[in-house]
C-alpha cells in the first residue's frame, strides 16, 4: 500500500535568516483508514501517544526566518525518533531478529507494537513488506529532508541547529518522583549540542517563569543523536514540554488557555531562533 499523503509539512522561509530549524515528529494526527480497521485501540487511545498541537508553537517560524517541519502520520504509525532496523517481531510479521535496544524490547521501535501504559494497537502483526512500505514512504524521506536542510543551514550560516520539539505526559514526570519540570531540554548530556547553545535555550524558557530540567527524564533519542555533531558544526536538543500546561491531556483538547500558553512559546522560539540569526546568512563561511 502506498500511502497518500506526503511524510511531513515543510515550511520554507524567503529568506532563510536563522541558522535554526524547527522540528515535531511525533505531533501528525493522519490514521490512514486501513490502519483505524486495524487496531484494537480506539482514536483516543491511540492519540495519547501523540505529541497534540506541538507543531502549532511552530506557526511563526517562516516569519523568524526558520525552516519548520512536522510529520503527518501519528506515532502509533511509525516513529520517526527511531533507527530504521529498530523493528520489533512481535509486531512485523517475518523478520529474522529483533532490532536491538530496551525500547524495541519494550514494544516502542520505528513501528511501535504498544501505544502510552502498554495498550497493544494491532490485533495481529503487519507483514513486513508493509513495514517496509511504511519506512519507505515515510521514515526515509523525512530523515533525508532534515539532513538536508541542516546541510544547507551549515552551508549559510557555519553551523545549523536542529531543535526538536515533544511534549510529555504528566504522568510520565511523576512516574520518575520528580518535582513536575515544565520543560525538559535534552542533548545527551552534552553529547548532542554545544553548551553555550544548550544554556541560551534553557534561558529563554527560564526567563517566561517555566521550570527547565536538562536531560532528566528524557535526554534525547535517535534524532538527537544523529543529528547533533558539535564537532561538525551540526547541533541538535529535544524540548520537551510538559502537555498538562496546554491541553486537557484525557481529551486531547486545547486548554481554553492555549493561545496564551502559544503567545509564550511565540516569544520563546523568537528567542531561539536569534541564537543562529543572521542578516547576511550567504556571507558566513564554515569554520
Not at 56 to 63: E, I, N, P, R, W
Not at 154 to 168: Q, W, Y
Not at 239 to 258: C, P
Not at 262 to 284: K, Y
Request: proline share 5%; glycine share 8%; net charge negative.
Amino acid at each position: 500500500m502506498k500511502h497518500d499523503r506526503p511524510a511531513f509539512r515543510l515550511c520554507e522561509p524567503d529568506p532563510v535568516r536563522t541558522s535554526v530549524i524547527f522540528s515535531s515528529p511525533h505531533s501528525g494526527s493522519y490514521y490512514p483508514t486501513d490502519f483505524q480497521q486495524n487496531t484494537v485501540l480506539d482514536l483516543a487511545r491511540l492519540r495519547s501517544s501523540e505529541d497534540a498541537f506541538v507543531d502549532d508553537f511552530m506557526h511563526l517560524g517562516a516569519q523568524l526566518g526558520a525552516y519548520c517541519i512536522a510529520a503527518t502520520y501519528p506515532r502509533a504509525y511509525l516513529d520517526l525518533n527511531r533507527a530504521r532496523d529498530e523493528l520489533d517481531p512481535g509486531i512485523v510479521e517475518g523478520l529474522r531478529q529483533r532490532g536491538s535496544g530496551s525500547r524495541v524490547a519494550a514494544g516502542l521501535g520505528v513501528i511501535p507494537r504498544v501505544v502510552s501504559g502498554g495498550r497493544a494497537i494491532l490485533r495481529g502483526k503487519i507483514s513486513l513488506a508493509e513495514a517496509e512500505t511504511r519506512l519507505d514512504d515515510i521514515w526515509t524521506p523525512w530523515h533525508r529532508q532534515i539532513d538536508l536542510l541542516m546541510e544547507a543551514n551549515k552551508k549559510r550560516f557555519g553551523e545549523a541547529l536542529l531543535v526538536d520539539l515533544h511534549s510529555m505526559p504528566s504522568e510520565a514526570i511523576e512516574a520518575f518522583g520528580l518535582k513536575r519540570p515544565e520543560i525538559v531540554i535534552g542533548d545527551r548530556y552534552g553529547s548532542s549540542a554545544s553548551e553555550h547553545i544548550v544554556e541560551e535555550i534553557e534561558a529563554a524558557f527560564a526567563a517566561t517563569g517555566l521550570s527547565v530540567s536538562r536531560n532528566t527524564p528524557f535526554a534525547g533519542a535517535y534524532i538527537t543523536k544523529t543529528y547533533g555533531q558539535p564537532a561538525n558544526h551540526r547541533h541538535a536538543i529535544q524540548i520537551e514540554i510538559n502537555r498538562a500546561l496546554y491541553m486537557d491531556e484525557a481529551r486531547i483538547e486545547r486548554r481554553a488557555d492555549f493561545a496564551e500558553f502559544q503567545s509564550l512559546m511565540d516569544g520563546v522560539l523568537a528567542r531561539i531562533a536569534a541564537i543562529g540569526r543572521s542578516d547576511q546568512p550567504d556571507t558566513m563561511a564554515a569554520e
